[in-house]
């Protein structure tokens, strides 16, 4: 994976985790939106449309947003890791 990031810390899409690893992803017409790839099993519907090169990076690949459900709308352009979760106060 490419670790190359602008000196906002987004990097290009195409270096994106491809494991079900949450990321941030960003698209000019949905802004940042916390998301994972996944990957269609063979056979399925859903891998047939994507194995003619309509879905994102590689046919086969598909947008997981379990919040926005909106994972065949948007074509995101960067990513970038999550931040780490706050830190709970120490007693």
Avoid: C, F
């Avoid at 017409?29 to 090169?53: C, I, L, N």
């Amino acid at each position: 994976m490419t670790t190359n990031t602008g000196s906002d810390g987004w990097m290009p899409i195409e270096s994106a985790p491809r494991d079900g690893t949450p990321i941030l992803a960003w698209s000019l017409g949905y802004g940042a939106r916390e998301t994972k790839m996944g990957r269609y099993p063979e056979g399925s519907p859903g891998y047939a449309v994507w194995a003619r090169g309509d879905g994102p990076l590689n046919y086969g690949w598909v947008w997981i947003e379990e919040k926005h459900n909106s994972a065949h709308t948007w074509n995101p352009t960067h990513w970038m890791p999550l931040p780490p979760p706050p830190q709970e106060p120490q007693p």
